[in-house]
């Protein structure tokens, strides 16, 4: 099946842990994006990947960093820099710029 | 940098009214993108415009694209109960500086009343 994998679907962490939300997809996809979602403000872009090894920062890149070693794999982590790292992260990809977006299934992510 | 507002932000109506929600962009997009996300899910693509004045079609729904390539409006005829969930744009610019660069609206959350 093809289709695009985020891991865990729920994640708890302590404040001032760093945390790696997973995202892999096997659909050949150049492109990779990683969004966070908060009631009320829709999805904003932390990062976004158009190529293997390379990576630009998004409209809310503060607290995060991300790495793309591999084509098929977009890893952000969420450092305790991060003022309010409890949202819900959706990664997507898409074949390249300006196509059709896929989502995967997102990573709820809670600090306490 | 890009800014896409999407208006309105919630909205409530009865089943078989018609339903609009609205995208603007501070810059001239390459296109637009419409997605809609069920209560709990993840954002599914709708459709895409490209064409400057574009109108689509999809069963009741009709996606536009502005003359100037700087605002859409999706359209929902008749809505549905199944049509509640979040609606949103998405721009993708159609400056250089931000290649790739997908940028979505706030989205528009639709409660339909049986």
């Known amino acids: 099946d093809g289709g695009i994998t985020q891991s865990p679907k729920y994640l708890f962490r302590k404040e001032g842990q760093n945390v790696t939300l997973s995202c892999e997809q096997n659909?050949?996809?150049?492109?990779m994006y990683w969004y966070r979602q908060d009631p009320g403000q829709g999805l904003r872009l932390i990062y976004y990947?158009?190529?293997?090894?390379?990576?630009q920062k998004g409209d809310i890149a503060e607290g995060y960093s991300v790495s793309r070693e591999k084509k098929e794999s977009f890893p952000l982590t969420v450092t305790s820099a991060q003022k309010n790292p409890t949202a819900f992260y959706l990664c997507?990809?898409?074949?390249?710029?300006?196509?059709?977006?896929?989502f995967g299934q997102g990573t709820r992510l809670t600090v306490v | 940098g890009q800014q896409v507002m999407q208006i309105p932000q919630y909205q409530h109506v009865q089943e078989g009214e018609d339903f609009t929600t609205y995208c603007n962009s501070s810059?001239?997009?390459?296109?637009i993108q419409w997605y809609k996300q069920r209560p709990g899910g993840h954002p599914v693509f709708l459709i895409q415009?490209?064409?400057?004045?574009e109108v689509k079609k999809q069963k009741r729904l009709t996606f536009q694209f502005g003359e100037a390539k700087k605002n859409s409006s999706l359209h929902i005829t008749a809505t549905q109960t199944t049509d509640v969930g979040t609606y949103f744009c998405?721009?993708?610019?159609?400056?250089?500086?931000?290649?790739?660069?997908?940028?979505f609206g706030q989205g528009t959350i639709l409660t339909v009343h049986p």
């Open positions: 997507a990809s898409s074949i390249g710029e300006g196509a059709e977006a896929f």
């Open positions: 659909l050949n996809h150049d492109a």
């Open positions: 990947s158009q190529i293997v090894n390379d990576f």
């Open positions: 810059t001239t997009l390459s296109n």
């Open positions: 415009l490209v064409k400057s004045g």
């Open positions: 998405a721009a993708v610019d159609a400056g250089g500086t931000s290649y790739g660069k997908l940028t």
